[in-house]
């Protein structure tokens, strides 16, 4: 089946830490997106990527980096500059061209101990 | 960037009963999509109106583009449980094709 696989589904981290979240796709996209969502506050681009080695930052972009190296790979990591990184991460992902549907992966769950 | 309101944030029905929530923006919009969540999952693509006055049904669920593509609707006709979730809309925005700026989304509850 196709789809797309985000871990780990729970993720814990001290403060000052970095962490990497993982989000894989074999559904030939090109296009990988990533969001923050909060209670009440919808989603939040962070990132997000049209084509390997290529990548724009979202509205929220700070104390978060990303690489693109292989097509079926987005990867994001939380910095340690990220003031408030609890939250419900979700990696996305869309074929080229105008507008299309984007699909989830189930998401990561961040927490700071 | 694009912004859009989308209300009510919340909505409790009875089973059986009908259900609306809608999305505002103050510019004209290219298209609109619109998405939903269930407790504890992922948002999941729905459908996408592009034409002004767009109406498209899928079952119980009717989706409408307003004549000036300012705002759309979602309505549910005789609500089931299964229709819980979060419903969210979200439009294109910064001039970007692949940039979608999402509303802050409805939660519908439904009792049986």
């Known amino acids: 089946d196709g789809g797309i696989t985000q871990s780990p589904k729970y993720l814990f981290r001290k403060e000052g830490q970095n962490v990497t979240l993982s989000c894989e796709q074999n559904?030939?996209?090109?296009?990988m997106y990533w969001y923050r969502q909060d209670p009440g506050q919808g989603l939040r681009l962070i990132y997000y990527?049209?084509?390997?080695?290529?990548?724009q930052k979202g509205d929220i972009a700070e104390g978060y980096s990303v690489s693109r190296e292989k097509k079926e790979s987005f990867p994001l990591t939380v910095t340690s500059a990220q003031k408030n990184p609890t939250a419900f991460y979700l990696c996305?992902?869309?074929?080229?061209?105008?507008?299309?549907?984007?699909?989830f992966g189930d998401g990561t769950r961040l927490s700071i101990l | 960037g694009q912004q859009v309101m989308q209300i009510p944030q919340y909505q409790h029905v009875q089973e059986g009963e009908d259900f609306t929530t809608y999305c505002n923006s103050s510019?004209?919009?290219?298209?609109i999509q619109w998405y939903k969540q269930r407790p504890g999952g992922h948002p999941v693509f729905l459908i996408q109106?592009?034409?002004?006055?767009e109406v498209k049904k899928q079952k119980r669920l009717t989706f409408q583009f307003g004549e000036a593509k300012k705002n759309s609707s979602l309505h549910i006709t005789a609500t089931q449980t299964t229709d819980v979730g979060t419903y969210f809309c979200?439009?294109?925005?910064?001039?970007?094709?692949?940039?979608?700026?999402f509303g802050k989304g409805t939660l519908l509850t439904v009792n049986p």
């Open positions: 109106l592009v034409k002004s006055g």
């Open positions: 990527s049209q084509i390997v080695n290529d990548f």
């Open positions: 996305a992902s869309s074929q080229q061209g105008a507008i299309q549907p984007q699909h």
């Open positions: 979200a439009v294109n925005s910064g001039g970007s094709n692949y940039k979608l700026t």
């Open positions: 559904l030939n996209h090109d296009a």
């Open positions: 510019t004209t919009l290219s298209n």
